[in-house]
């Protein structure tokens, strides 16, 4: 009888053992993981862009620009500008611009981005589109009747902004529109020639 209740207990050990190996193993499965968030689209049709090289710009990547059919005002060619070691700028009419800023080895730019907006007190951000490399938000002045509100603030200003890092050949570039921000449809034009970004041997 003695033996019987000793394998009854073992017994009853190991199944309560398996269950909670069981349990552990089905929250890891259900643990939730970064994934691209997005309320704009960004899909992968770019039939109003074309690729642009910016290798004779120092720049060993391939980049999708939108063209004229676009109907942003666009001219034929852009204007790719590189005024110092470091910093690029690329103009489609009067309405795009786009800056790219060589950061070397400095890996976290998005990451470091968020969490400036996240402690900045003067405008309200809502992300439009969110991944590891890349962010679309727009930004609301903040108005009068809130505590951090400036007294001459008298209307809404609303501005849309993209942000993001591509690394090439071990170098991480920051991609962004202009600090004033742009039209939304600008801004998911740009956002698209951003996820584009890639090194010439990856064409």
């Known amino acids: 009888m003695g033996y019987c209740n000793?394998?009854?207990?073992?017994?009853?050990?190991?199944?309560?053992?398996?269950?909670?190996?069981?349990?552990?193993?089905?929250?890891?499965?259900?643990?939730?993981?970064?994934?691209e968030k997005s309320t704009?689209?960004?899909?992968?049709?770019?039939?109003?862009?074309?690729?642009?090289?910016?290798n004779q710009y120092d720049i060993p990547a391939m980049i999708m620009l939108p063209d004229e059919t676009a109907n942003?005002?666009?001219?034929?060619?852009?204007?790719?500008?590189?005024?110092d070691s470091f910093l690029?700028?690329?103009?489609?009419?009067?309405?795009?611009?786009?800056?790219?800023?060589?950061?070397?080895?400095?890996?976290?730019?998005?990451?470091?981005?968020k969490k400036e907006l996240k402690e900045q007190t003067l405008f309200n951000i809502q992300y439009l589109y969110q991944s590891s490399d890349l962010i679309?938000?727009?930004?609301?002045?903040i108005v009068r009747g809130?505590?951090?509100?400036?007294?001459?603030v008298g209307v809404e200003h609303k501005s849309w902004h993209v942000y993001g890092q591509k690394i090439?050949?071990?170098?991480?570039?920051e991609l962004r529109s202009k600090d004033e921000g742009c039209s939304k449809n600008i801004a998911v034009l740009m956002a698209k020639s951003i996820k584009s970004f890639k090194a010439l041997d990856q064409q």
Not at 136 to 141: I, K
């Open 88 to 113: 690029w700028s690329i103009t489609l009419g009067t309405k795009f611009k786009l800056y790219i800023e060589d950061f070397g080895d400095y890996r976290n730019r998005v990451s470091n981005k």
């Open 168 to 173: 090439i050949d071990g170098i991480t570039y």
């Open 146 to 152: 809130s505590k951090q509100a400036s007294p001459t």
């Open 6 to 35: 000793s394998l009854i207990v073992r017994f009853s050990c190991l199944a309560l053992l398996f269950f909670l190996v069981l349990s552990g193993l089905n929250s890891c499965g259900t643990e939730d993981v970064p994934k």
């Open 136 to 141: 679309v938000y727009e930004r609301t002045l």
């Open 72 to 83: 942003i005002g666009a001219s034929t060619r852009p204007e790719i500008t590189h005024p």
């Open 40 to 54: 704009i689209k960004l899909d992968e049709d770019y039939y109003e862009f074309r690729g642009i090289s910016l």
